[in-house]
């Protein structure tokens, strides 16, 4: 059950109305790495964890938060877009600086949205589901869990660079603390998980079932081999179940693969058309 309270989290206020940067803001809120998107990736992860417990928490505490990211997000844009002229525009776009806001904005923030923030990023594209990962394998998840944070971080990060309104950096700033924590706490777990579990996943398929010969190889597939350089090209690998090997010029492992022709009824180009066979070609193709 969710409770929801008229409070934000922390305050989002801008200094001034600025729809260029509304626009902008719409691709931390609605973008693949937004806050809708990272909402959505921890509620359904938490919703899949067979049974309680602290990783379910963790899960849903993190989803809950975010949805209050959300909530901060539309409001500040809501509050970006506060003034923006949107009556007449030729008369507005007189004035040069008007007509410049003009130029950038979002026109939908205007036409669909009413001045208020949309489920969208920052050219337009509606956000989607296929953004989110929720797999089932907490391992796995927390680890995209991590990359999204990072990203996302990024992106807040960038954002604040970007824009001299205060109000809009002390937003921002918190999102960015926030982050921090997000990407501390699911590094944390995904620790905790590798050493009940190892950090392959899934950790649960018989090993024996591998090609064992190459669990642990590295194919050169460059020019050069400096690729032989790092941590994952001689020692023992990560997983402690071997030692990484480098192989500088692979050679192919199966031979060259001969597909049997198509039946008449699927219509494909002949294989003697193929091969340039003309000899082979049936009368009626010429």
């Known amino acids: 059950m969710f409770y929801h309270i008229k409070e934000l989290q922390y305050r989002a206020k801008p200094e001034r109305p600025d729809p260029l940067f509304a626009k902008q803001l719409q691709e931390v809120l609605g973008g693949q790495f937004g806050e809708i998107s ?37 409001t ?5 877009l506060d003034g923006a002229p949107v009556g007449d525009l030729e008369v507005a776009a007189k004035d040069p600086v008007i007509g410049a806001i003009l130029s950038g904005m979002n026109p939908q923030h205007a036409i ?36 999204a944070e990072s990203q996302g971080r990024l992106q807040v990060v960038r954002l604040y660079e970007s824009t001299t309104d205060r109000g809009v950096k002390d937003m921002l700033s918190w999102l960015i603390a926030r982050d921090t924590m997000h990407q501390n706490q699911w590094y944390a777990a995904i620790c905790e998980l590798e050493a009940k579990e190892n950090i392959v996943v899934p950790s649960t398929f018989p090993r024996e079932l591998e090609k064992r010969e190459v669990s642990h ?55 003697a058309v193929v091969k340039g066979r003309e000899d082979q070609i049936p009368p009626s193709l010429y």
């Open 217 to 271: 190889v590295l194919f050169n597939f460059s020019a050069g081999n400096e690729s032989a350089e790092g941590r994952w090209a001689s020692g023992p690998s990560m997983d402690g179940e071997g030692v990484f090997q480098y192989v500088e010029n692979p050679v192919p492992l199966a031979k060259k693969p001969v597909l049997k022709p198509a039946p008449p009824y699927i219509h494909d180009t002949p294989p």
């Open 112 to 147: 669909v949205s009413g001045l208020g923030a949309m489920p969208a990023d920052s050219v337009g594209n509606r956000w989607t589901a296929d953004y989110i990962i929720a797999s089932g394998n907490l391992l796995a998840d927390f680890r995209a869990n991590l990359n």
């Open 76 to 80: 500040m844009i809501a509050r970006l």
């Open 38 to 74: 990272v909402a959505m990736q921890y509620l359904f992860q938490g919703w899949s964890v067979r049974g309680n417990g602290k990783y379910k928490d963790l899960l849903m505490d993190t989803g809950a938060e975010e949805l209050a990211h959300i909530e901060m997000l539309a």
